[in-house]
């Protein structure tokens, strides 16, 4: 089943204690990309990838890291999680071969810094 | 900058009756743009796009959509409701000339009354 995954689904944890949420796909798919989905702020890109080794900033990248080293993986790093990045995450991922582009969103990591 | 603007935060529309909800976006480059639906508790999917072509794209679950070049508007229609339409609907953007960022609305919430 083509499919993109998350984990861990729900994470609690405390300020300043590093974090690595994982994503991963299996379309083969060039482009992937992180958001960060608030109440009332839809959702706000973090970092995309076009491919592998390129990778660049989103609307809102401060606190956060991100990696491609290998196609099928997207990992996002918080090397100091604060309370304003509370959030509800989602990994997406597209074909960047015409005429597709649209994105195939994971389930989602609900993270909660205290 | 790109931007996505979804004026209106909730739509009410009665079982049966045609729905619209409106999309307007800005970039500097042609646009692709693209709607997807949350249900609660659920991750993104993907209903429809427009990348080039026809401007009157058809989706997924009987949703269409009018790509109107002038007005800077792509919004999402329906000729009859259905209770189970009821759920989060986001308009995102993606510039061709910088087909990495991705902008998506506030989402509108609509409800299907029956």
């Known amino acids: 089943e083509a499919q993109v995954t998350q984990n861990p689904r729900y994470l609690i944890t405390v300020t300043g204690k590093k974090l690595t949420v994982t994503c991963s796909q299996n379309?083969?798919?060039?482009?992937m990309s992180w958001y960060r989905q608030d109440p009332g702020l839809g959702l706000r890109q973090i970092y995309y990838s076009m491919n592998v080794e390129v990778t660049d900033k989103g609307d809102v990248p401060e606190g956060y890291k991100v990696s491609r080293k290998e196609k099928r993986n997207f990992p996002l790093i918080l090397e100091s999680p604060s309370p304003n990045q509370t959030s509800l995450y989602f990994c997406?991922?597209?074909?960047?071969?015409?005429?597709?582009?649209?994105?195939?969103f994971g389930p989602g990591t609900r993270l909660t810094v205290t | 900058a790109q931007s996505v603007a979804q004026p209106e935060d909730q739509v009410n529309v009665a079982e049966g009756n045609p729905l619209t909800v409106k999309c307007t976006y800005s970039?500097?480059?042609?646009?692709?743009l693209f709607w997807y639906v949350q249900y609660p508790n659920r991750g993104l999917q993907f209903l429809l796009k427009?990348?080039?072509?026809?401007?009157l794209v058809k989706g997924s679950y009987g949703f269409e959509a009018e790509f109107n070049k002038s007005q800077t508007s792509f919004h999402l229609k329906k000729p009859s409701a259905l209770v189970s339409d009821s759920a989060l609907y986001f308009c995102?953007?993606?510039?061709?000339?910088?087909?990495?960022?991705?902008?998506f609305g506030d989402g509108t919430t609509l409800t299907v009354k029956p």
């Open positions: 995102a953007v993606r510039d061709v000339t910088n087909a990495g960022k991705s902008t």
């Open positions: 970039v500097s480059g042609n646009p692709y």
């Open positions: 997406a991922s597209s074909s960047e071969t015409v005429p597709t582009y649209e994105q195939y």
């Open positions: 427009y990348i080039t072509g026809d401007n």
């Open positions: 379309m083969n798919h060039e482009y």
